[in-house]
Structure formats: structure tokens, C-alpha cells
């Protein structure tokens, strides 16, 4: 499971008083934590306002990069900002870029400028009309995607896409249709990544963390690749390993058992 740290987004109130305050203290603990829990990216994400994400966006990944060795995922909905941190080269190794979608020309804009490099790219299953609630029309929307990645050379290994899992409190069927989107698209493009943001299946539910990690567990099970999570909440770390195991994703548990000698499940801190 490749897991992209979310700990660093200006959503949260910690992150967004740093970032206005240019406490870089508060960033650099939040990219050690992450790295050390096991984290393959750390997401930067300043969703701030326009006018003044560019600056925060580079004044984040200079403080990530100055602390840790893990590839960093920025994250922006304006492609033309990220493209514009790509260009002036702002991140010293291919990381990952987050995100596109079919919305405008984002794929457009994003493709061109990592192909046939080590970039990762994040796709939304989203287009002009906003997110579809029924998994046939995400599924159309990832296979344009892929099909745009595959024309302008980004190597589709590099590719996740992400079937935007929706509230269970709306929509009973979100398990089952997170479930449809990710074979339907390993069934369509085997060596393209599936990934999620886990949390947001529990939105407006008491005891969060119970549906968080069955939702993990079942995404496992059904072949999710990646996922934008906290690597810092003990309890879903135990589970990826665990659910890695228990689907022979992980020869005879030695992850698992290497894991938690390490201390990143299974004991209080």
C-alpha cells in the first residue's frame, strides 16, 4: 500500500495558522511524524486563497524538502499552478502531482509536462459536471483519463486514480461502488494505480474510525493500491498491514511483523 501523508493541508487550522504565521516549526514536525510513521509521499496542500497559494505552495516544499527525503505531492485543484511549480522545478525529485480531472484542461496542461519522467499523477473520476454518484459514469471518466495519459506518454504505473468514495451517510451504496470502480478499473488498465481518500466514506457518522477501517480492509481486499490518509492514526496502519496479510498481499505476514517491531502499530505513543 502506498500511502500519501495528508497531514500538511491549510484545511486544517494548525496547518493554516502556520502557513500565515511562516511557522516552518510547525510544518517540519508535521513532515517528520508522517515520514516516520511510514508515509511514501507527503501531500502539500496550502488551499488557501488564490492570490497567495503560489507563494505558500513554495514555501511549503521548501520546508518539507529541508526535513525529509520522502517525494512530495502537491496538491492544488489550479493546474496552472502546479504546472507552474513543475516548470520553475520548486521540488528537487519527481513526486506527485495532485490533481487532474476532466474538468477544463487539466489533463491537457499536467501531461505534457511529465511524461516520460518519474512523476506520479492523481486523477479525480470528476468532469465540468461535477462528481457522478453512479460508478459507470466514474468508470467512463477514469478510462478517458487513462486514455489521455497513455497518448501524451505518462507511464500508466505512475497513474492513480481515485474514484472519489462518497459519504456513506448519503449514499448506501458507496462501499459497493468504491468496490465497482476499482476492478473495473485494474479490469481496464491493470498497471494503473487505484486510490482513495478512506475518510471521507464516513463524513456525518459517529465513531468515524470503526467505518474508516472497514472500508480500508474491504478496499484491500478489492485491490486498492494507494491511499490519502493520515500514516500517523496507529489503528489504519495496523489495518493495511493486517489486511495486507490476510490477503496474502504480504508473504506469510513479515511486513506485518516488521511493522509493528517498529512500533507503527499495536503500542501507544
Given at each position: 500500500m502506498i500511502i500519501i501523508g495528508e497531514k500538511i493541508n491549510g484545511a486544517i487550522p494548525a496547518v493554516k495558522?502556520?502557513?500565515?504565521?511562516?511557522?516552518?516549526e510547525v510544518i517540519r514536525q508535521r513532515a517528520i511524524a508522517q515520514t516516520q510513521a511510514g508515509a511514501h509521499y507527503l501531500d502539500c496542500a496550502p488551499s488557501?486563497?488564490?492570490?497567495?497559494e503560489y507563494d505558500a505552495m513554495v514555501w511549503l516544499i521548501e520546508q518539507i524538502q529541508a526535513i525529509s527525503e520522502l517525494p512530495v505531492c502537491i496538491d492544488s485543484p489550479n493546474a496552472k499552478l502546479l504546472a507552474r511549480i513543475l516548470e520553475e522545478g520548486h521540488?528537487?525529485?519527481p513526486g506527485m502531482v495532485n490533481s487532474v480531472n476532466e474538468e477544463g484542461d487539466k489533463c491537457e496542461t499536467i501531461f505534457p509536462l511529465i511524461a516520460g519522467t518519474d512523476w506520479n499523477v492523481l486523477g479525480l473520476t470528476c468532469d465540468k459536471e461535477g462528481i457522478p454518484a453512479q460508478p459507470e459514469k466514474k468508470l467512463e471518466i477514469a478510462?478517458?483519463?487513462?486514455?489521455?495519459?497513455?497518448?501524451?506518454?505518462?507511464k500508466l504505473s505512475n497513474l492513480h486514480i481515485d474514484p472519489c468514495v462518497m459519504a456513506l451517510a448519503t449514499m448506501p451504496s458507496s462501499m459497493k461502488d468504491f468496490e465497482i470502480c476499482i476492478q473495473g478499473i485494474h479490469e481496464y488498465a491493470p498497471e494503473v494505480k487505484v486510490t482513495g481518500a478512506i475518510s471521507n466514506i464516513s463524513f456525518d457518522m459517529p465513531a468515524r474510525k470503526y467505518v474508516n477501517a472497514n472500508c480500508m480492509a474491504y478496499a484491500i481486499r478489492a485491490g486498492l493500491d494507494s491511499?490519502?490518509?493520515?500514516?500517523?492514526?496507529?489503528?489504519?496502519?495496523?489495518?493495511?498491514?493486517?489486511?495486507?496479510?490476510?490477503?496474502?498481499?504480504d508473504k506469510s505476514g513479515r511486513k506485518y511483523n516488521r511493522a509493528y517491531r517498529q512500533g507503527k502499530f499495536g503500542v501507544k505513543k
Open positions: 495558522a502556520a502557513i500565515a504565521a511562516r511557522d516552518a488557501t486563497a488564490p492570490e497567495v521540488v528537487h525529485k478510462k478517458r483519463i487513462i486514455d489521455k495519459a497513455d497518448h501524451y506518454g505518462v491511499a490519502i490518509m493520515d500514516p500517523c492514526n496507529m489503528d489504519m496502519m495496523g489495518t493495511i498491514y493486517a489486511c495486507e496479510a490476510l490477503c496474502m498481499k
